[in-house]
């Protein structure tokens, strides 16, 4: 089997964590988010997370010098043979390129670049209502489409909810902002290369997947012709 290197893209909100974690299950691919790993290098009270906690409590993009360095080294470890689910990078063409250049140095090619299309309002509605696991940031929940069985409380295992600082409505609609400007022009990049596949993100979480899943399947089958 070749590998599957695969980017989501998408504004905040668009599903892509949640597509990850179905398509992880799939394929057992090592997931590679960078949002989580800053958060956690914020939480450890690490170097860079004290730089990065700078630009992600007002919802700026933390610099690409910052940001390159920790994500290509991610992609080195040994895990990310068979391939990889990167989410929330790149989210500038800067990043873009020195993607494309490691991977390029490895001799490895992107298989996909997934676009989980999404308008500001969905965006909008869906953030305000998400509340996630403190103890395990991969549990979420809505308050509205898919609220925990006792409010405030993770079904999984039982620990508290709460709303990411990041999510409050003010920052969200600049998160927007910041992905139309910088994030956006990734999107004809890929586009440009021909490796652009694009989704509806106002679809059910199952419509998207079976559609992602449909398009990766012919994607291979291509390959192998
Ligand atoms: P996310 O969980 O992907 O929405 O990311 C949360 C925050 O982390 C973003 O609003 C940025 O401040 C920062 N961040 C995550 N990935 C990147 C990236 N590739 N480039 C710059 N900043 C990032």
């Keep these: 089997m070749s590998e599957l290197n695969l980017i989501l893209l998408g504004p905040p909100g668009a599903g892509k964590g949640t597509q990850a974690q179905r398509l992880i299950d799939d394929f057992r691919l090592p997931y590679v988010a960078t949002g989580e790993m800053l958060r956690t290098a914020v939480r450890e009270g690490t170097p860079l997370g004290h730089e990065a906690a700078k630009y992600m409590n007002n919802g700026d993009l933390v610099p690409d010098e910052v940001i390159i360095g920790v994500t290509v080294e991610r992609l080195q470890q040994g895990d990310t043979a068979d391939g990889f689910i990167l989410d929330g990078f790149p989210r500038t063409v800067d990043q873009a390129k020195a993607l494309d250049a490691e991977l390029q140095r490895v001799g490895r090619t992107l298989t996909a670049a997934l676009l989980i299309d999404t308008p500001d309002e969905e965006v909008v509605r ?14 979420v929940y809505h308050v509205e489409f898919d609220p925990p069985k006792h409010e405030g409380v993770c079904d999984q295992d039982g620990a508290r909810l709460v ?3 990041d999510d409050k409505p003010d920052t969200v609609r600049h998160r927007l902002d910041v992905y139309h400007d910088q994030t956006e022009p990734v999107i004809g990049y890929y586009d440009d290369r021909g490796v652009l596949r694009r989704f509806d993100g106002t679809r059910s979480p199952t419509e998207v997947h079976d559609h992602i899943r449909a398009t990766l399947a012919t994607l291979r089958l291509e390959e192998s012709l």
């Design 163 to 165: 709303q990411r600082d």
């Design 126 to 139: 869906r953030i305000s209502g998400r509340r996630q696991c403190v103890k395990n940031e991969q549990h």
